[in-house]
């Protein structure tokens, strides 16, 4: 795993080495950033979920605009019980908020806030069992909305004029929305037995104190 980071960031070195020494004709207004953290840090918890990438948009000399997109897939092509995806998941994360940036030499501190959108989805067809002479087999199905906001704060070091590194802290608050269903099913995917139905709410907060590690490239 260390060699992968470290090869990333020999990447963005070798290429971009040589704007060290120059300086832009035009403002350079766009970022796009690596999450490093992401690449050994994985999790499937709906409300830890990491972001693999970030572009910002520079609309003034101290403001940028953010836009934080994730999605995470997951199917079994090849299920027992028929027409089952199991395990299933998919989760679709977006952040989207504006960040004021606090320019210090080859330093730059920047804060702000993001607003919060979170999906999941999930099909699990598992722990088979026996009904008389038949096989039989747990069914769970969920969904999870989240909606939110996230104060950050965080900093970063110029590298060149183009590339930068930079972490983040966050805290987040979010209201979240689940729903649930459980039976069994044979192997038809057919349910024998009533299934269960629970519904839960919420709110919750969540601290980061290092919520991303972004290499970044300017353009």
């Not at 920047?110 to 087999?137: K, Q």
């Not at 972490?167 to 039976?183: D, M, V």
């Not at 192997?187 to 970044?216: M, Q």
């Amino acid at each position: 795993m260390v060699n992968r980071i470290s090869t990333i960031v020999f990447f963005f070195l070798s290429s971009f080495q040589g704007f060290s020494q120059e300086t832009s004709e035009t403002p350079l207004k766009w970022e796009l950033g690596v999450d490093l953290k992401s690449l050994f840090t994985k999790t499937t918890e709906l409300s830890s979920r990491t972001y693999g990438l970030i572009l910002r948009r520079k609309v003034s000399e101290e403001g940028a605009l953010r836009f934080r997109p994730s999605v995470l897939y997951s199917l079994n092509f090849k299920p027992v019980v028929k027409r089952a995806t199991a395990p299933f998941i998919l989760q679709t994360n977006l952040d989207f908020g504006y960040e004021k940036q606090k320019k210090h030499k080859k330093f730059i501190h920047n804060y702000g806030m993001d607003l919060v959108m979170r999906y999941e989805s999930n099909d699990y067809t598992i722990g088979m069992g026996i009904n008389g002479t038949d096989y039989t087999f747990t069914k769970m199905k969920g969904k999870s909305q989240m909606i939110g906001i996230s104060f950050f704060t965080g900093g970063k070091y110029l590298i060149t004029e183009r590339i930068s590194l930079s972490l983040e802290t966050s805290l987040g608050i979010l209201a979240q929305k689940l729903w649930s269903q459980e039976g069994e099913v044979n192997l038809d995917n057919e349910y024998i037995r009533t299934s269960s139905i629970s519904k839960s709410s919420g709110l919750f907060t969540r601290f980061d104190p290092l919520s991303v590690i972004y290499l970044s490239y300017y353009f």
